[in-house]
C-alpha cells in the first residue's frame, strides 16, 4: 500500500503504539516519541535482581476488543493470553474465610452461604440489569465518536428511558438494591475501584463492569507478563516500518493558523508531520504544551481526578504457596476510609490492597525458590496528600498487614524492594496531581465531556488515551484508539 501522509505520535502508551499500528498498515508513516526510555506508558516493566516486575495493569478484560484490533491491523495478535478463573480472591480483614470470584455463579454463590440468603438469585438480578446496561450502552456510547456535546446528548437519549434512575445513583446505592450482607456489598463493589474512584463517587452505569466480569468476557493473564502486550506491539511496528524515539519529551510545539506544524523537544529539535497525535494525558497536554485557559492550572485542580496509586514491588526469597496470582485484600473499615479518603488522608489504614504473584504462573519472572509480588494500593492523590515522605511508613504497615493474613512474615524474605507514590509516577506519566488513572469517570466526565479527542483549534491534532474518551482501562485504550484512527482517517 503506498503512503499517505506522515503522522507523528507523542507518547508511546497502549493507545499510542495501537493507533500507530492501525495506521502504518494503511500506509501512513508513522514515528513516535516517547519522552522515557521504554514504551508503553503506565503499562511498564522492572526488572532488578533477577525479578521481573509489572508496574501497572496486571490482567485485562474484553479480549474480543484485542481480537478485533489484530484483525483491522491484518495481524496475528503478539502476545498470548489465558482465562483467569478463579478471577481474584478476595479476603476481608477479621474474617478466615478466603473468597474466590468464580464466573460460575453457583460455585460463587455457595461462599455467602452464611452471609447472603439466596445469593445465586440475587446475582444473577444484579447481572441482569449490569447486562442490560451493557448491551444498551458499550456500542451506542461506548464505541462512538461524539463531534459536539449536543451530538453525545441525542446519543444518549436513545438509550433505553428504564436506565435513566439508574444515572442518578452511585455504583454502593445501585449494589445495595440487591445485596444486604457487607460482604456481598464490598466484593461486588469492588471493580468500582479499577476506575480509580471509590464505589461511593462512581457512577452506577459502570455496575455494567459486573457483567463483563462474571459473564461476558472475563479476565485474562498474559503468558510471560503484561508487558509482553506492548512488546509484541513494538515488534510489529518495527517490522512495518515505524520509527520509536525514546527519550524525547515534548516542551513546546509550533502551529500555523489552524494547522499544528511540528512539537518541539527538550532539545529545540522540532518533529514534523502533516498529522499530530498525541498519547500523553489529553488534559495535561492542553494545559502544559498548549497552555489552553480551559485547561489552566487552576480549572484543572476543580476537575475531578482519579486517586493516586501507591505501588510496590517486592522480590521475596520465598514462596508463598497459599497466596494465588490475583488477590485483594480488604481492610475493616472500607466503607468510613473510600469516603473519606480524599478528605483525611493520614489514615494508615486502607480500604484495600491488591497483590499480584506474577511468578505464581511465570516463574520465569523469579528466581528459583522465589516469588515476584506486585502490589496496589489506592491512595489520595497528590491535590490532597503532597507530601509522600511517609511512604516507607505506610508500605510497612501494608507488609506487616499482608504477613500476617498469610501467616509468613516476609519482611526477612525481601532481596528487592523498590515503590512509586503519585510523586513518582506524576513524574514517570505526566499525571495531573498522580492522579493513577487520568480524569475520573463521574457523569460530567465521560463521553463528550471529557476532552476530546480532536483538539479544538488545530484541525490535524488528535488524541488518545485515558483522558479523553470513552476513558481508562486497557480494552479503552484499544477503542480509543479505533476512534482516534477514524477520526485522522476522516481528515483525509
Known sequence: MENKKTVLIAGAGIGGLATALRLVKQGYTVEIIEKNKTAGGRLNQIKKDGFTFDTGPSFFSMSYEFEEFARDCGIELPFDYVELDPLYTVHIKGNPKTFFINKDLKKFSEQFAEYEPNMEEKMR???SKAGALFDDTVDLVIKNNFDTKINYLLTLAR???VHIPVLLRSF?????RYFDSKEARQIISLVAFFLGRTPFDTSSIYTLLSHTEFQHDGYYNVKGGMYKIVEGFVSELEKAGAKIHYNVEVTGYKANGNRLESLIDQTGKHWKADVILVNADAA?????ILKRKDFSDERMDKKNWTMGYLTIYLGIDTKLPNVHHHNYFLGSNYEEYATRVMREPGLLEKPYYYVNV???HNPECAPAGSESLFIVCPVPNLLHKPDWSDKDKIIDSIIEDFSERVGVDIMPHI???MSYSPKE???FANLWRGSGLGLAHDIKQIGAFRPANFDEDFKNLFYVGASTHPG???PMAIISSKLAFERIQKLG
Open 125 to 127: 438480578k444484579y447481572l
Open 415 to 417: 532481596v528487592t524492594r
Open 159 to 161: 438509550v433505553n428511558p
Open 172 to 176: 454502593w446505592q445501585q449494589v445495595n
Open 358 to 360: 506474577l511468578s505464581k
Open 472 to 474: 481508562a482501562g486497557l
Open 284 to 288: 495535561v497536554f492542553r494545559n502544559k
Open 425 to 427: 509516577w506524576e513524574s
